[in-house]
């Protein structure tokens, strides 16, 4: 099963050795881990705490104090890992599946509908990313599931437009071509030349855009049109905390800290992965 | 050498750059008589002081109209444009006599056919917010001469006075009323101050009425700007961009006190926070599930840790400094009690929603989370959903009917603008009031009764209706009350008699630099 | 007509169907939302004989095609309606948002160009040493930030610690620094990383390396030759940054409560002021286009290889 080819090990051996990578990859695995086990690690409740506790500064019982209803910031920061990579893995999911059948199908057919598709894409990419997300807002209202829908939207055409430009590439290429010519299906040239053949400029900006995710998820919240309280969210934290800026800033720093290490982790992945990836891109 | 040049340019760049943005900032030029800047957090929303919806534009409003008489910062009455006045035994019939030489911003004299005038706008013009705040209650409006007037009613009121404090009770131009001038953004009126420019969501500025009754105003003008965030509110006067900011986070009450050049002063308002119950969701119709509620909220905790100390926790549907105020004692916090409660209802992990607004109310969202936690440790689970001001309003105020099927529990805030307890038992408590401001949608004939008793009841003989009504409504518990929230208002000293009226309102209009602290 | 006039007007005809697409999107919202639309955009306290003035004037019993010809007429004249709650039109509420969102944006650019480019350079100038690592890292942090993370650390900074700078509201200059910093400094990690690029690109190139082997100054080489031809590429990163940082505003207009555009259509949102939601997301839109198309059209200008593609 596992026998790779050497194209293939060559490729993980380069990976397994770059920095960027290996750091980015360490961080995101502390993200993906502090969100699965949650339930496990935090040592306290996240949406529920004692209003005699308020504000308090960071202390043994809480490393990192508690907020305005005596909530352990800890607790919220490791909880808000959860939330932010539900909303960013989920979402950057859809884009990619959604985009990955539109661009594809798009290039593969041609005509008409190629026309209409770049048309659209071109004009939501003419949305600014955060507007188009407002506007998704404005019409649903916030939410966790709304919010969702708002960043996969936004990350939609951006998939398409890859999608697209890989498969025409590849579908002109001699393979592509002898498959057709000996009645290969439709759906199967799909999957077996287009597909592969785009996973890497997928792979590498479905990564990139994760770390955009995560800080649009975020910057909706901060904004108030995100996900809503109980559930922690790091954007929603900080806003929350604005008001206690200067008399306790342990609760606007920490998911602040969590939020940036964390879009850095999948920035320092994603440049990793283009390196290794697109090799010809490396100076 | 080269790096050192980069550097040194990158810096060049950014110092010019700050420095062209410093040195284009105007210079503040000494002059005695200065113009006062209040920072307030929202913009007003008219000019119109009898179609008046929100308090920034009474702070505005107030400076510009007067009535015939108005509060003092300790809610007494005090004559404006009446210099007296007499009551008819029967409490039924007030006789004015107006104050002479004075005259609208137009130059329109005042007098009794102006007061006329003022009161048969707000007859005739169903569409004007506030004229429920008094055409309930007159029956007739009299000219008796050039400077006396009658306001004949048609029960006795003891509170009428107090009504006419209300911006409804404002003396506009007749001739403006007259010519159909847009009221809303064209101001006229008495006061000591008119419009200069109203720049919509920065600021409203007002510039002194050289021909006011009560001699040259001691402003150069008054400009309030809109400043949203509390913390920049805060700022402005700290670095001398304000002289005033209202609204103050009580967070940062201990800091300011520490600055020599501040007044800080936290005050009482008569708003009570409550969380409100609708009486028609299948879930709240058992009594003791809404006592449990009321008995699980730790107000104290929530006065000193959200509030963090400007306010006090509610004692009743009423504020303490209003006429007819009664302690039932029933608003306690006892969550072993609650629990009980809940158990013999048989509702424990029983799903409520609960509502907020955010920014509404000091307090308002911060305080929700930490309710929802309290009745999530008596049993009850509780789904929290922040709404915005404008939805939330509009949702609040739908007819039984339409209303959306979540509506359980929900955080809202009243202060009567009248300074009175007809200000809040009529409005918020009375059957006929669905679907207006009634909107716990209760509905109690005996309560319906004994309100329109204490409205009509003299003076000494109110509390005896009210202090029946407050026992009811704490045992039905329509709107659970929470607690009385404090304000802040932060000025430079040396800034004399501005005043705070517990109705929420900043009063500008008598106000000057003094030298010194 | 010349190979550049005939782009620049292709470039031109082609921005329209994405500029007549932007409208009809934001058009479609009011039909988008759940209720009636002429509900949605009359004021609450509206009597049934105003909703249905609002419906006759906007046409919305007409076709939907028909509906949308009204708005765009509109629109064009600059009549986006009245806002639903504050009682002014939308435009005058719109331009002052606008041009405060507008000056915003290019003093951040102004902040952005300066330090990203001397960076970049500074970087290219000793590729894969510790200098170009550190410069590197920096605009990686730089794009990793939380934009309002960034503005609250600078007015803890600035404002809460060093007394120096107002931590929001406007009026004078002085209230543009922080908000322009901020924006400004999440520009430069993007103008620096671009211009780290394309000026290792250059200097690898065969004249460079030529003028250098005639020992012209390093100097010379580096600002006269490299840079011009390395600025290239940098500028429609710039402009691309331009459009994003006029929409990505809201965010620092939130932390800094600046009054501009961003935070005006924030705030419709939450106040279901539809009218100017529609008007702030067409306008903003607009001017991204725009930009992009001016941007297209000005690399054309510098660089005639492009026309041909």
Same mark, same amino acid.
């Given at each position: 099963m596992l026998e790779l080819d050497p194209a293939t090990r060559r490729t993980l051996r380069r990976a397994a050795r770059n920095r960027n990578i290996r750091v980015g990859g360490a961080i995101v695995a502390v993200f993906v881990l502090m969100g699965l086990l949650a339930p496990y690690i935090s040592p306290h409740d996240p949406t529920?705490?004692?209003?005699?506790?308020? #504000?308090?500064?960071?202390?043994?019982?809480?490393?990192?104090?508690?907020?305005?209803?005596?909530?352990? =910031?800890?607790?919220?920061?490791?909880?808000?890992?959860?939330?932010?990579?539900? =909303?960013?893995?989920?979402?950057?999911?859809?884009?990619?599946?959604?985009?990955?059948?539109?661009?594809?199908?798009?290039?593969?057919?041609?005509?008409?509908?190629?026309?209409?598709?770049?048309?659209?894409?071109?004009?939501?990419?003419?949305?600014?990313?955060?507007?188009?997300?407002?506007?998704?807002?404005?019409?649903?209202?916030?939410?966790?599931? *709304?919010?969702?829908?708002?960043?996969?939207?936004?990350?939609?055409?951006?998939?398409?437009?890859?999608?697209?430009?890989?498969?025409?590439?590849? $579908?002109?290429?001699?393979?592509?071509?002898?498959?057709?010519?000996?009645?290969?299906?439709?759906?199967?040239?799909?999957?077996?030349?287009? !597909?592969?053949?785009?996973?890497?400029?997928?792979?590498?900006?479905?990564? !990139?855009?994760?770390?955009?995710?995560?800080?649009?998820?975020?910057?909706?919240?901060? #904004?108030?049109?995100? =996900?809503?309280?109980?559930?922690?969210?790091?954007?929603?934290?900080?806003?929350?905390?604005?008001?206690?800026?200067?008399?306790?800033?342990?609760?606007?720093?920490?998911?602040?800290?969590?939020?940036?290490?964390?879009?850095?982790?999948? *920035?320092? !992945?994603?440049?990793?992965?283009?390196?290794?990836?697109?090799? $010809?891109?490396?100076? | 050498m080269n790096t050192k040049t980069l550097a040194l340019a990158a810096v060049v760049i950014i110092v010019v750059v700050a420095a062209a943005v410093l040195l284009m900032a105007p210079k503040q030029a000494p002059v005695q008589r200065r113009i006062l800047r209040v920072a307030m957090g929202t913009d007003i929303v008219t000019l119109d002081p009898h179609d008046v919806p929100d308090n920034p534009s009474i702070y505005v409003i107030d400076n510009i109209y007067e009535g015939l008489v108005e509060y003092d910062d300790k809610l007494n009455i005090k004559p404006v444009l009446a210099e007296r006045w007499e009551i008819s035994p029967d409490g039924k019939v007030y006789t004015f006599h107006l104050r002479k030489g004075v005259k609208f911003q137009d130059g329109t004299p005042f007098n009794a056919q102006a007061v006329k005038a003022n009161f048969d706008r707000l007859f005739n013009n169903k569409e004007l917010a506030n004229r429920n705040r008094l055409v309930p209650f007159i029956d007739k409006v009299e000219v008796v001469d050039d400077y006396t007037v009658k306001i004949i009613l048609k029960e006795p009121v003891a509170t009428f006075l107090n009504l006419l404090c209300h911006p409804a009770g404002m003396m506009i131009s007749p001739k403006a009323i007259k010519e159909g001038v847009d009221l809303k953004h064209h101001p006229v009126g008495t006061g000591p101050y008119k419009l200069k420019e109203w720049k919509p969501n920065t600021y409203v500025e007002l510039e002194p009425n050289p021909d006011y009754w009560g001699g040259t105003p001691k402003l150069a003008g008054v400009k309030f700007l809109v400043v949203p965030e509390d913390e920049a509110r805060v700022q402005m006067v700290e670095s001398g961009d304000a002289d005033v900011a209202i609204r103050v986070p009580a967070i940062d009450v201990p800091r300011l006190r520490k600055n020599p050049d501040l007044n800080v002063n936290v005050t009482k308002t008569i708003r009570i926070v409550y969380i409100g119950v609708n009486m028609r969701s299948p879930r709240l119709q058992d009594k003791r599930v809404r006592q449990a509620i009321s008995l699980a909220i730790d107000r104290k905790a929530i006065v000193d840790k959200i509030l963090h100390g400007v306010g006090r926790p509610a004692k009743s549907v009423i504020a303490e400094e209003l006429i007819g105020f009664y302690d039932t004692g029933k608003l306690k916090y006892d969550p072993e009690r609650a629990k009980q409660l809940i158990k013999e209802a048989g509702a424990v992990g029983l799903q409520l929603n609960l509502w907020t607004p955010k920014g509404r109310y000091p307090g308002d969202y911060e305080a929700a989370q930490a309710i929802a936690q309290y009745l999530e440790a008596v049993g009850l689970k509780v789904k929290l959903r922040v709404w915005e001001w404008g939805s939330y309003v509009a949702e609040l105020l739908k007819k039984p009917e339409d209303a959306s099927p979540d509506r359980d529990l929900f955080l809202i805030g009243w202060a009567p603008s009248t300074g009175e307890y007809i200000g809040v038992f009529r409005p918020l408590f009375l059957s006929e009031s669905i679907p207006k401001f009634n909107l716990w949608f209760y509905s109690n004939p005996k309560v319906d009764e004994l309100i329109k008793k204490a409205e009509h009841a003299p003076r000494d003989k109110i509390i005896e209706y009210t202090k029946q009504i407050q026992e009811i409504l704490l045992d039905d518990l329509p709107a659970i009350p929470i607690y009385n929230p404090g304000d802040v208002v932060v000025y430079k000293k040396g800034i004399r008699s501005l005043y705070y009226i517990p109705t929420e309102v900043i009063l500008t209009k008598y106000a000057y630099f003094g030298s010194g602290g | 007509m010349s190979d550049l006039a005939r782009y620049v007007v292709r470039r031109i005809l082609l921005a329209i169907p994405t500029l007549l697409g932007v409208s009809v999107i934001v058009f479609l919202m009011i039909h988008m939302l759940p209720g009636d639309p002429a509900q949605l955009l009359a004021p609450p306290e509206a009597t049934i004989q105003e909703v249905e003035m609002i419906r006759r004037r906007l046409g919305l019993d007409k076709p939907l095609w028909e509906q949308y010809i009204i708005f765009m007429g509109n629109a064009l004249k600059g009549e986006f309606g009245k806002s639903l709650f504050t009682g002014y039109t939308v435009s005058e509420l719109l331009w002052p948002a606008y041009l405060n969102t507008l000056t915003l944006s290019v003093l951040a650019m102004g902040f952005g160009l300066a330090i990203g480019i001397l960076m970049g350079i500074y970087a290219a100038l000793r590729p894969n040493t510790v200098r170009d690592q550190a410069v590197t890292s920096l605009s990686l942090l730089g794009i990793s930030m939380p934009v309002f993370w960034l503005g609250l650390i600078l007015i803890e900074i600035f404002s809460v610690w060093l007394r120096l700078l107002p931590s929001g509201g406007s009026g004078?200059?002085?209230?543009?620094?922080?908000?322009?910093?901020?924006?400004?400094?999440?520009?430069?990690?993007?103008?620096? @990383?671009?211009? @780290?690029?394309?000026?290792?690109?250059?200097?690898?190139?065969?004249?460079?390396?030529?003028? @250098?082997?005639?020992?012209?100054?390093? @100097?010379?080489?580096?600002? &006269?030759?490299?840079?011009?031809?390395?600025?290239?590429?940098?500028?429609?990163?710039?402009?691309?940054?331009?459009?994003?940082?006029?929409?990505?505003?809201?965010?620092?207009?939130? &932390?800094?409560?600046?009054?501009?555009?961003?935070?005006?259509? %924030?705030?419709?949102?939450?106040?279901?002021?539809?009218? &100017?939601?529609?008007?702030?997301?067409?306008? %903003?839109?607009?001017?991204? &286009?725009?930009?992009?198309?001016?941007?297209?059209?000005?690399?054309?200008?510098?660089?005639?290889?492009?026309?041909?593609?």
């Open positions: 529920r705490g004692n209003l005699r506790d308020s #504000l308090l500064p960071p202390s043994w019982r809480y490393p990192f104090g508690t907020d305005f209803a005596g909530r352990d =910031v800890l607790s919220r920061v490791i909880w808000g890992a959860r939330t932010s990579l539900i =909303v960013s893995t989920v979402s950057v999911f859809i884009a990619v599946l959604a985009g990955v059948l539109v661009g594809g199908l798009s290039a593969y057919i041609g005509g008409w509908l190629d026309e209409t598709v770049t048309r659209i894409v071109d004009i939501m990419l003419s949305f600014p990313d955060i507007l188009l997300a407002l506007f998704v807002a404005a019409i649903v209202g916030p939410g966790l599931e *709304n919010v969702i829908l708002a960043v996969a939207l936004y990350n939609f055409p951006q998939f398409v437009r890859i999608m697209r430009g890989s498969a025409l590439q590849v $579908k002109e290429m001699e393979f592509v071509e002898a498959a057709r010519a000996i009645g290969e299906s439709n759906p199967s040239i799909f999957a077996r030349y287009l !597909l592969p053949n785009s996973l890497a400029p997928i792979v590498v900006h479905a990564t !990139l855009r994760t770390a955009a995710s995560i800080l649009t998820a975020a910057g909706l919240s901060f #904004l108030g049109l995100g =996900v809503q309280p109980p559930i922690p969210e790091w954007g929603q934290m900080m806003s929350d905390a604005r008001t206690y800026l200067v008399t306790a800033p342990h609760v606007w720093v920490f998911p602040g800290i969590a939020l940036f290490i964390t879009v850095l982790g999948f *920035n320092l !992945l994603g440049d990793g992965l283009n390196d290794v990836l697109n090799p $010809k891109l490396e100076v | - | 004078t200059p002085k209230h543009l620094i922080l908000p322009s910093l901020t924006l400004g400094l999440v520009g430069a990690a993007y103008v620096g @990383r671009a211009t @780290r690029a394309s000026m290792l690109e250059v200097l690898s190139q065969e004249y460079v390396r030529t003028a @250098r082997a005639y020992g012209l100054p390093d @100097r010379l080489v580096v600002y &006269v030759y490299a840079l011009r031809n390395a600025l290239i590429p940098v500028i429609t990163v710039a402009g691309l940054i331009f459009g994003y940082m006029m929409a990505g505003a809201v965010l620092t207009e939130t &932390v800094f409560s600046f009054p501009g555009l961003g935070r005006l259509i %924030v705030n419709a949102i939450f106040a279901r002021d539809y009218p &100017v939601v529609q008007a702030g997301i067409l306008v %903003v839109a607009t001017t991204f &286009v725009v930009i992009n198309t001016a941007v297209d059209i000005l690399y054309a200008f510098i660089n005639p290889r492009i026309r041909l593609g």
